[in-house]
């Protein structure tokens, strides 16, 4: 099982962009779909999830503005970011959590300049 993260890059803030999460291989028994995010010097934290039954959840620093959803057809985990800040710079990597163990994507780099 691989997981291909996508999508980043250079904005402007007040731009957006979409990231993807791709999933090669199968996974059973998924508990959780979720973002984090690593800016440089700073611990990874998490950003958002979408549980299988579509539910999400965001954090504070996010909500209202990014948006995660998920194609099953796709196996793709998309996060819609909008209204971008400097302050969402940052390494963004996806994370799915099974009843067996969890799954890391390699990362995106998202810089949003001022």
């Known amino acids: 099982v691989q997981l291909q993260a996508s999508g980043g890059g250079l904005v402007q803030a007040g731009g957006s962009l979409r990231l993807s999460c791709a999933v090669t291989g199968s996974i059973t028994g998924i508990k959780a779909m979720r973002w984090y995010r690593q800016a440089p010097g700073k611990e990874r934290e998490w950003v958002a999830s979408i549980l299988p039954s579509g539910n999400p959840n965001y954090a504070d620093s996010v909500k209202g503005r990014f948006s995660i959803s998920r194609d099953r057809a796709k196996k793709t985990v998309y996060l819609q970011m909008n209204s971008l800040e400097p302050e969402d710079t940052a390494a963004y990597y996806c994370?799915?959590?099974?009843?067996?163990?969890?799954?890391w994507g390699q990362g995106t780099l998202v810089t949003v300049s001022s």
């Open positions: 994370n799915i959590e099974s009843v067996y163990k969890g799954y």
